[in-house]
């Protein structure tokens, strides 16, 4: 798969890897901007298991 999609983008080798490496940039940041954020509303990871006492 990664070789079929390395095969389709345009350009010689080095404009490929730059190619490359902006989309990923992309993903992770799509990920952590969007999706991760709203992923958290629906989990327990932002639920508090210590108690403080006051």
Do not use: C, N, R
Not at 12 to 23: C, D, G, N, R, Y
Not at 37 to 46: A, I, L, Q, R
Request: hydrophobic share 60%; glycine share 4%.
């Amino acid at each position: 798969m990664y070789a079929w999609f390395f095969h389709i983008l345009p350009g010689p080798t080095w404009l490929k890897w730059i190619e490359v490496l902006v989309l990923l940039a992309l993903i992770v940041f799509v990920l952590m901007e969007f999706v991760y954020p709203w992923m958290s509303e629906f989990g327990f990871f932002s639920d508090a298991t210590l108690e403080t006492e006051q």
